[in-house]
């Protein structure tokens, strides 16, 4: 008996796929270069290890469900007010926990497509109606996007930069965006990479929200901060947009582990930001090495490149797996490549040159 087909499921369930989390594959001789989910390519820091070794010791009990200690470490670390925060099981649980507070059936999440595959998925999931809107040119058409907002729009998401093709909008574009939406929509900005952008035009949404009641800004520990398997991330926000998001969490979503980890990680941002300073180096090196060898690749703010294929997606992608590197396929659109270490993006390289095509 399908999920679409039994009497107590909701009938949204039998069009949603589900998540397709990037897999890990293993190459020839038995080598395995993972560069589909867009982690760090770092191991966890030794005082992260250390906290979470501490931690660990009180698995027998409930974690801090107000997570007292990273929340007040968050508020100082990006100067915010305590109650302008909420957390969840990664940035993915807070969007859920956000979309439970907004979204119902007869009401609309706008995103542009292609974007985060979670967001169709959570969107549906909310039994709203989602309206995606077409990138132009690989990035966001905040126009059109500001154009689909109706009366019955409650939630926007801008992921900026833009997963999958790394794009990212500028100031200009997102503060006039913003002037135009109405007030009974809350905007997101999914900000999971933001510590890899290095564009000045492109705004940090910590400025942007706190004279606007109805923006909200979206962070992770999964990316720059390398903690991705312990799920943590939060939201900032004006007061009664996190409260909201405090009140659907799942109880004790984020465990203590996680909290931990995350606590040190922000107390070594000095050594995490020579990861991510790494990163962004590799990923010109990689962008430049592919740009100069014939391939299009628009520029990318993140820890990934985005190559469009169109109809050679998939053999592209099966070339990587033959060589033992993982991508992620968006079938008959383009590969996502995560930034590796040096010598995991030159296997990339490599295959990438020796491929007999470029673009589409
Ligand atoms: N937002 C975007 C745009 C992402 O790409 C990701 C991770 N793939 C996330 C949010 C979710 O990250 P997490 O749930 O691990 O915080």
Known sequence: VSASSSPYFRDVLGAIPGYQPGRKIEG???RSIK????????????????????????????PDSGAVELTAALANRFDVPEDHLALGAGSVGVLQQLLEATAEPGTEVVYAWRSFEAYPLLADLSGATSVRVPLSEETHDLDALAASITDRTRVVLVCNPNNPTGTAVREEALTAFLDRVPDHVLVVLDEAYREYVRDPRVPDGLTLYPDRPNVAVLRTFSKAYGLAALRVGFLVGHPHVASAV?????????????????????????ELSRRVEATVKERERVREALVADGWVVPPTEANFVWLRLGPHTSDFAAACEAAGVAVRPFADEGVRISIGTPEENDELLAVAHAYPRRNG
Do not use: C, I, W
């Not at 906290?51 to 009180?58: D, G």
């Not at 465990?255 to 000095?270: G, I, R, T, Y």
């Open 35 to 62: 560069l589909s989910s867009n982690e760090s390519p770092h191991g966890p820091l030794p005082s992260v290890l250390d906290a979470v070794a501490e931690a660990a010791t009180l698995l027998n009990r409930y």
């Open 246 to 270: 405090r009140k659907t969490m799942v109880p004790f979503a984020v465990n203590h582990l996680a909290q931990a980890a995350a606590v040190a990680s922000l107390a070594a941002e000095d």
């Open 28 to 30: 020839p001789d038995g």
